[in-house]
């Protein structure tokens, strides 16, 4: 396994359009994050899931924001009608954690950057 | 709530210089403390950690001490390479959450 895997690398959309990212966690990791990372700052969390159930959302995924890991491997970010302030690069990570509570390395992707015209 | 604050860049050095990259972070319990790395082109990887006060993370001639009397958790490298140029970031997280991070230091190395 080569690492956390993110497709497509780069996405340009007009501004209204839906888009969707996939992520491919490293295969025995059953933690997946999203973050945001925009110019000039840090990743800032999006959601995190456990196997297939999504256990945390930050205030940033707004209800055009949605994200899915239906077998507890990949995972997909759905953005509808999409922003201009939606452009950004879009993170993957996964941890394997035993426990809700163990405190493991993230490994992150090579993130997928959109760009909403 | 949580956060980390990291010293603004760029910082621009010579080869062989010493750097320091100061982090200071607010915390409600006891978090790990991490550096990340983003070379150009790349995606973020693990720097070094530590886990509990007074723990000293340290990889790749970088090293930072985990303070819990100042909240702090700076990056030091005793000489620095072309190859260290990158955007660092300094990152905490409590047990059972997220990675919090700071906004990211830019390191140009020249030689």
């Known amino acids: 396994d080569t690492g956390v895997s993110q497709d497509p690398r780069h996405k340009i959309t007009k501004r209204g359009q839906n888009v969707t990212f996939r992520c491919d966690p490293i295969s025995e990791h059953n933690r997946l994050y999203w973050y945001r990372q925009t110019l000039g700052q840090g990743p800032e969390f999006l959601t995190y899931?456990?196997?297939?159930?999504?256990?945390?959302k930050s205030r940033l995924l707004s209800d055009r924001f949605s994200a899915e890991r239906p077998k507890g491997s990949f995972s997909t970010l759905e953005i509808q009608r999409t922003e201009q302030g939606d452009s950004a690069m879009y993170l993957c990570a996964s941890s394997l954690g035993s426990t809700p509570l163990a405190n493991t390395e993230a490994f992150f992707g090579q993130g997928t950057r959109l760009t909403v015209v | 709530g949580n956060s980390v604050t990291q010293m603004e860049g760029p910082v621009t050095l010579s080869e062989e210089a010493f750097l320091t990259i100061n982090c200071t972070y607010t915390?409600?319990?006891?978090?790990?403390l991490f550096w990340y790395v983003q070379y150009p082109g790349e995606g973020l990887q693990l720097l070094l950690k530590?886990?509990?006060?007074?723990d000293k993370g340290s990889n790749k001639g970088f090293e930072a001490t985990y303070r819990k009397e100042t909240t702090s958790f700076h990056l030091e490298k005793g000489s620095v390479q072309v190859s260290d140029s990158a955007v660092y970031f300094c990152?905490?997280?409590?047990?059972?959450?997220?990675?919090?991070f700071g906004k990211g230091t830019t390191l140009s190395v020249s030689s």
């Open positions: 899931f456990q196997n297939e159930a999504q256990l945390e």
């Open positions: 990152a905490l997280r409590e047990a059972g959450t997220a990675l919090i």
């Open positions: 530590a886990t509990k006060a007074d």
């Open positions: 915390a409600t319990g006891y978090p790990s």
